[in-house]
């Protein structure tokens, strides 16, 4: 009885959250809708100009906090010498180098990742490149396409030979320490979870079912493998085969990725699913140090100056509302149901 009472709690939840969105949906499409106008516009952005803009942008910001610096520089040491006249060995120290702090909170489809290509791009673009890059990385991993994708980004940075440091407070696995070994160096707080490198795939199958329910599933294919388990229909042990060899196949992948960027890194030990608390960690090489991204900050602020990037995406009030509730929808959704209970292969 309580397994149904917590069953119906929820279900009133999730219905009063689509209501919800129905309505909004409604609201904006009536408003959005009203006139004798045409309902839709075809837009056209100038990228070459998009990429200079933010070049510019960028660059300016930068030089001005360095100008602003030096002037300040400049400040003290008049200040100084009016106040002595001997002549002083003591130089006061510079800020002349530049470090740039990025944040990647991962979910199961990396749905960052579209910020994360624009603040790559925005930093490779910089005139005057930086001296340092710090991502402050949080992830427990998803879908493997979606940080495949992420990790190549960082990957971008790394072969314009900037020094990336990814910093783990709490979580970079599986695909988020995919991402993570795209850094040259890997800082990770004492007990940051860590590793996590191998694949999962759960496919729920209820063919029993419609089969005692007299319900038949038909399914149709062109080519031998295009689908090997399915929900609905009644799986084979080739096809039980053939995707076990999928997933072997994506995991040599994902370990190749890591031996490539982690060279001394002993995967025959650490490659087999399972995690490592910072400390542990730093013993199996796959960290770097022990801190915490606040002590990686402090440490640099001492000769670098530091700047904040983060791509912000315009949006419509209809479209964040929309957003919004749907990922509430899945947040309950996933909160109900195990996550490791997804029809997904994820890393």
């Given amino acids: 009885m309580e397994l149904l009472a917590d069953y119906g709690l929820f279900l009133l939840q999730t219905v ?42 960028v660059k300016t910001v930068v030089d001005d906090a360095l100008a602003q610096e030096k002037l300040s520089l400049i400040e003290g040491i008049k200040k100084r010498l009016t106040k002595s006249s001997k ?8 800020k002349d180098k530049v470090a740039i702090v990025i944040e990647f909170k991962g979910d199961m489809k990396a749905s960052q990742v579209s910020k994360l290509r624009e603040e790559v791009s925005a930093i490779l673009a910089m005139e005057r490149k930086p001296d340092q890059i710090v991502i402050k990385l949080t992830s427990a991993g998803g879908l493997v396409h979606a940080y495949g994708l992420a990790s190549s980004q960082l990957s971008r940075l790394r072969e314009a030979q900037i020094p990336v440091n990814a910093c783990v407070d709490t979580v970079a696995a599986s695909g988020g320490y995919m991402m993570a070994v795209c850094a040259e160096r890997i800082i990770a707080a004492p007990f940051a979870v860590l590793g996590s490198i191998g694949v999962v795939a759960q496919i729920p199958n ?50 190749t990725w890591i031996a490539k960027r982690r060279p001394n890194l002993d995967l025959d030990v650490v490659a087999d699913g399972s995690i490592f608390y910072g400390i542990d960690a730093l013993t ?50 996933d909160h109900y149901i195990n996550r490791s209970n997804q029809d997904y292969t994820r890393l």
Avoid at 22 to 44: E, F, Y
Avoid at 285 to 313: M, N, P, Q, R, Y
Avoid at 317 to 323: E, I, N, S, T
């Fill in 16 to 57: 009063t959250i689509v209501l919800a969105v129905i309505a909004v949906v409604a609201v904006s499409s009536k408003v959005s809708g009203s006139g004798d106008g045409p309902k839709g516009a075809i837009k056209i952005t100038d990228l070459s100009k998009t990429f200079a803009d933010q070049s510019k942008y």
């Fill in 87 to 94: 002549k002083t060995t003591e130089t006061p120290s510079k």
């Fill in 206 to 255: 209820i063919h029993r079912f419609l089969k005692n329910r007299d319900v038949d599933i038909e399914l149709h294919t062109a080519g031998t493998n295009k689908r090997t388990l399915t929900m609905l229909g009644e799986n084979t042990p080739e096809g039980r085969r053939k995707f076990k060899e999928d997933l072997e196949q994506t995991h040599l992948l994902f370990k």
């Fill in 284 to 333: 199996k090489g796959l960290c770097d140090e022990i801190a915490t991204s606040d002590d990686v900050l402090l440490e640099l602020s001492a000769d670098h100056h530091l700047f904040a990037l983060k791509w912000i995406e315009k949006k419509s009030l209809a479209a964040r509302l929309g957003r919004d509730a749907s990922g509430a929808i899945v947040d309950e959704v």
